[in-house]
């Protein structure tokens, strides 16, 4: 038998799976174009309801409607960066957020008038609300796809950005823009594309969080500080400064909730202050 | 314009630049007419003085020294708090409590700028958006002090001076209210135009380059920061002693945010530009989210958006532009 203690680190690891898929296009494009995108989590959001309405309303099974999400976000998210975004590349911080935090209120307020304030409800198939016993502990099945999906993706982009052309591109404009252009590498296009899968993986990592911690229209702006904490603790253009901040992230906030009920959020807060009184860049940050 | 002979010296530049023109005078003079011309609105009035003041504070570091802060709403829940219990336990006195506020404020301002002073960019907007999340967050978990979710209860605040009680029509807030900004106005215009001022404007230019020519950047950061943060302490003490309730949003990220909002409306690093941006802002919520609350964000969303891409100056600087314009003709 294992104490209780596995459980908790099992809550946390999937919901830190989850805060890495919702971050890590994030943390890519802001280290490539230092562009602080705030609405980040608007296209999480948009993947949650995208997956709400296409099995409620049309009956799709729940694994189609997870592609369906990643496009559309990717789509959205392209949408409004040739149009808006891409004005305020060399704008300052302050234009970049406040842009930004405008399309969080314009996304809020049409979610809010599309599907109303509730929580939204989700009915998952039966097999996926099972939960596996192994000594002792409980392991929900859902919360096992989660994971495993969330690795897969971190190999696959780990993979991808190490040893495809693309991926070199990728890494040639994060590390030094102007260089990347002096070299001939269309670092717009480059940056367009990665925005896109960036913008979708939010998609699907809201899409796939509706189940774990709900949806209604503030869930912009909840999770917007989670990203934010990822991105400035992992370290900006960094896959795997991501994925272990996302997991500190996710297990300390599940411990501490578990635990510690009363000190809320608090403690989550203080350490992300102290790490970045520490390391401002990040722990894996580079620069 | 007289650029030509103002800059022979820097005196005489910032000498210039504090003479008191017609447009001001009759700015200050129209904030009377609400007595006159709208007698049902003096308590929305007072509430407009009041966030006018908050933003004229953000104003001082965000627009003055470029310190982009996403928490700024802390010191005005410190100050809210500050002035909300004393009056709770037995120390209603409105003026002492203000400078009570504004101390309390001040002090929390004090320690935090010597973080503040050592980040730039990102890491900047992460730190002042934490601490004002640990703030809020510290505010919810001492709920036997704070009240909680429920907001701080049984305040009284006594008479203005002893002679003039806060009533329902918002008489006496108003005045009070605007009386506080105008002279922490004239504090802050003094400020800024002040040599003191100028390096806050290089600072924000080039932060590095400052101390170069012996302004030392993070010192006059702390000073700065710790400033906004008094005159945000005493702007949250007013909204506590004229509504006689503090409640958690006081110090929450909505709050920063919508600060930032109504001083970029305005116009950031104008002295004006928090007033006017204050008093579209409040007003718009005020004739906006008696429908539906949702709407209003999506107007301010838009407004946003419009805002960074077709006014980048503000409201403010949009009608100083053009009536430079104006006058060249």
């Given amino acids: ?287 | 314009m007289a650029l030509g002979e103002a800059s022979i010296s820097p005196r005489l530049h910032l000498a210039e630049q504090t003479r008191w023109r017609t447009p001001e005078i009759l700015f200050w003079l129209a904030t009377l007419t609400p007595y006159f011309l709208f007698p049902n609105y003096l308590s929305l009035a007072s509430q407009i003085a009041i966030a006018a003041l908050f933003a004229l504070s953000l104003d001082l570091i965000l627009g003055y020294a470029g310190i982009v802060s996403l928490g700024h709403a802390a010191f005005f829940g410190i100050g809210a708090y500050t002035a909300g219990l004393l009056s709770k336990y037995g120390w209603g006195e409105p003026l002492s409590g203000l400078v009570v506020a504004a101390f309390a404020a001040g002090v929390v301002g004090y320690a935090t700028s010597f973080v503040i002073c050592r980040f730039r960019h990102l890491a900047l907007i992460m730190l002042t958006l934490g601490f004002g999340l640990l703030l809020a967050e510290l505010a919810n978990t001492l709920g036997w002090i704070t009240g909680g979710m429920d907001g701080l209860q049984g305040i009284h605040t006594w008479k203005l001076l002893g002679t003039f009680p806060f009533d329902l029509y918002g008489r006496a807030a108003y005045a009070y209210a605007l009386v506080v900004l105008f002279i922490l106005f004239l504090f802050a215009r003094r400020l800024i135009h002040s040599p003191f001022g100028l390096s806050l404007r290089g600072i924000r230019e080039n932060f590095v380059r400052m101390p170069a020519i012996g302004a030392p950047s993070r010192g006059h950061i702390r000073t700065i920061y710790t400033i906004a943060a008094c005159i945000a302490g005493v702007a949250g003490a007013l909204l506590a002693q004229t509504t006689e309730t503090v409640s958690l949003d006081s110090l929450g990220f909505e709050r920063s945010a919508e600060i930032v909002v109504m001083l970029v409306l305005g116009g950031a690093g104008r002295l004006y530009g928090g007033i006017v941006g204050a008093t579209i802002y409040v007003v718009a919520r005020d004739q906006f989210s008696g429908v539906v609350p949702q709407y209003w964000y999506f107007w301010i969303g838009i407004l946003l958006v419009a805002v960074v891409v077709f006014l980048p100056n503000g409201i403010v600087g949009g009608l100083t532009q053009l009536a430079a314009r104006w006058g060249r003709k």
């Fill in chain 1, 1 to 287: 038998m294992l104490p209780p203690v596995f459980g908790v680190l099992f809550d946390g690891l999937a919901y830190g799976m989850l805060l890495f898929l919702l971050s890590v296009g994030q943390s890519v494009t802001l280290g490539m174009m230092n562009f602080i995108n705030l609405a980040h989590c608007s296209f999480g959001m948009l993947g949650g309801y995208l997956t709400v309405s296409l099995m409620s309303r049309y009956g799709w099974p729940f694994f189609a409607t997870l592609p369906c999400a990643f496009i559309v976000a990717a789509i959205v998210s392209v949408g409004l960066e040739r149009t808006l975004f891409r004005r305020l590349y060399r704008a300052s911080e302050l234009d970049q957020v406040l842009l930004t935090i405008g399309i969080v209120f314009i996304s809020v307020a049409i979610a809010a008038y599309v599907f109303g304030t509730d929580q939204q409800p989700l009915q998952l198939p039966h097999y996926l609300r099972s939960s596996l016993t192994f000594m002792g502990i409980r392991f929900a099945v859902y919360r096992l796809i989660l994971i495993g999906l969330a690795l897969a993706i971190t190999v696959a982009l780990v993979l991808g950005l190490d040893y495809t052309r693309f991926g070199a591109r990728v890494r040639a404009a994060v590390d030094n823009e102007r260089m990347a252009r002096g070299l001939g590498i269309d670092v717009d296009r480059t940056f367009a594309i990665t925005f896109a899968l960036g913008s979708g993986l939010a998609g699907l990592g809201g899409a796939l969080s509706v189940e774990i911690v709900g949806l209604d229209p503030s869930f912009a702006f909840t999770y917007l500080i989670y990203v934010l904490i990822v991105v400035s603790v992992g370290g900006l253009g960094s896959i795997s400064g991501s994925l272990a901040a996302a997991i500190v992230l996710g297990i300390s906030d599940v411990a501490g909730k578990y635990y510690i009920p009363q000190l809320g959020a608090f403690l989550i807060y203080l350490v992300m202050i102290s790490l970045l009184m520490w390391r401002p860049l990040g722990l894996l940050g580079k620069r």
